[in-house]
């Protein structure tokens, strides 16, 4: 496989479940990022990691924490998440953390919160 | 005032016409601007890439950064099916490693 890869696709949870999102490149990338895109909303920006370290937080409720384990993976862990949690969560990752090269996005997990 | 305003559309052309898309922002301190094109069901993809003012062209493409208006546009040229998505804007500051993006403009574009 190539580029970022994002599992699962769809998920359905209730609020009192925890759940994990996967993210993957094949880059050889150095930063990876979380993004939120909710309906009718600009893409916000989550967290950022380089080179394993987390160097941003953008004031994200403590229900979502991400992990990065090494510069190939990250993930985010869910719980007691509510019903306004509900969007599609996009990975993406770029060789350094600024965004003057190009930023490779997954396809994104469409979370639903019921 | 948001830091970047889009016209969510949708936007509606026949093929072959000239699209043109912009969005407005409010922070003289951008410095980086980026188009991204998303289909439905995917993640964004980077589609064009300014630094600063000026035109830049690719192919189809040409993007144009009006710094003292603080304004951006793209231009597609020959629209095609192909090119029916949602069109993000995004940039940055010289320094910040966050993108701020606009909320996109859907386009369709009908054969």
């Known amino acids: 496989e190539t580029g970022v890869t994002q599992t699962p696709r769809h998920l359905v949870m209730g609020m009192t479940n925890k759940k994990s999102l996967k993210c993957e490149q094949h880059?050889?990338?150095?930063?990876m990022y979380w993004y939120k895109q909710s309906a009718k909303k600009p893409l916000e920006l989550m967290f950022v990691?380089?080179?394993?370290?987390?160097?941003e937080n953008n004031s994200v409720p403590s229900r979502f924490s991400p992990e990065c384990p090494n510069s190939s993976h990250l993930f985010l862990h869910l719980h007691t998440l509510q019903p306004e949690d509900s969007a599609l969560y996009l990975c993406?990752?770029?060789?350094?953390?600024?965004?003057?090269?190009?930023?490779?996005f997954g396809q994104g997990t469409r979370l639903t919160v019921v | 005032q948001k830091e970047v305003e889009q016209d969510p559309g949708p936007l509606s052309v026949p093929e072959g016409a000239i699209v043109s898309l912009n969005c407005t922002y409010s922070?003289?301190?951008?410095?980086?601007f980026m188009w991204y094109r998303q289909y439905s069901r995917k993640g964004p993809e980077l589609l064009m890439y300014?630094?600063?003012?000026g035109n830049k062209e690719d192919g189809r493409f040409t993007a144009q950064v009006d710094k003292s208006s603080k304004y951006i546009s793209l231009f597609i040229r020959d629209s095609q099916p192909s090119d029916s998505a949602t069109y993000l804007c995004?940039?940055?500051?010289?320094?910040?490693?966050?993108?701020?993006f606009g909320k996109g403009t859907t386009l369709s574009v009908s054969s």
């Open positions: 922070n003289s301190a951008f410095q980086y």
């Open positions: 993406a990752s770029s060789q350094e953390p600024g965004w003057d090269t190009e930023a490779f």
């Open positions: 990691y380089n080179f394993k370290e987390q160097t």
């Open positions: 300014t630094y600063s003012s």
């Open positions: 880059l050889g990338h150095n930063a």
């Open positions: 995004a940039m940055r500051t010289q320094a910040g490693t966050a993108l701020i």
